[in-house]
Nanobody, 125 residues
Framework: QVQLIESGGGLVQAGGSLRLSCAASGLTFSNFDFGMAWFRQAPGKEREFVAAITRSGGYSYYTDSVKGRFTISRDNAKNTVFLQMNSLKPEDTAVYYC????????????????WGRGTQVIVSA
């Protein structure tokens, strides 16, 4: 059974930083089979793409609003994906979800088969 468990969310002041983690079980990162991504859903809004990273970790891409502030990375030996979030803004407040996609990577949530339950990030002004 595949499980993705996010952690690292919390309350932070604007300008601060958080590092989210997503620990995967039931699938093996070391086979480089899974592209990974982070999505987020703010109150009253639809879930949106934040960042994705390819199976090997060699390529990553971001939504425009987080470019230069967020960094996605992965440790295949530990089956873990990270999202380093710097210079946080109140508009980054959302529930952040980790997702896994077999083969390839994508910014479309419809392409992802496995999802975590999310971790809450609140950025105060």
């Amino acid at each position: 059974q595949v499980q993705l468990i996010e952690s690292g969310g919390g309350l932070v002041q604007a300008g601060g930083s958080l590092r989210l983690s997503c620990a995967a079980s039931g699938l093996t990162f070391s086979n480089f089979d899974f592209g990974m991504a982070w999505f987020r859903q703010a109150p009253g809004k639809e879930r949106e793409f934040v960042a994705a990273i390819t199976r090997s970790g060699g390529y990553s891409y971001y939504t425009d609003s987080v470019k230069g502030r967020f960094t996605i990375s992965r440790d295949n030996a530990k089956n873990t994906v990270f999202l380093q979030m710097n210079s946080l803004k109140p508009e980054d407040t959302a529930v952040y979800y980790c997702a896994a996609k077999y083969l390839g990577s994508s910014s479309s949530q419809n392409d992802y088969s496995y999802w975590g339950r999310g971790t809450q990030v609140i950025v105060s002004a």
